[in-house]
């Protein structure tokens, strides 16, 4: 059985990670991800939690305001 994408229809790319804020994947991998193989399939979806943690992380923190 093949590998479902992980879209959720909320596609937004994050210019400085260039990773999608829906999906955290890359322009390029949401491209081509119905010509990879299920082994990088399952390699992308394994690395979600550390994708988001990145868009995170470089994400502009919201301003204090005193």
Not at 25 to 31: D, G, L, S
Not at 35 to 62: F, G
Request: with cysteine; proline share 3%.
């Amino acid at each position: 059985m093949a590998v479902k994408s992980p879209c959720i229809d909320l596609c937004a790319f994050d210019g400085k990670t260039g990773l999608c804020t829906g999906c955290y994947r890359t322009r390029e991998e949401a491209r081509s991800w119905n010509k990879m193989t299920d082994h990088r399939r399952h390699q992308i979806l394994n690395e979600k939690s550390r994708r988001q943690a990145k868009l995170t992380r470089e994400a502009p923190q919201a301003s204090k305001q005193d």
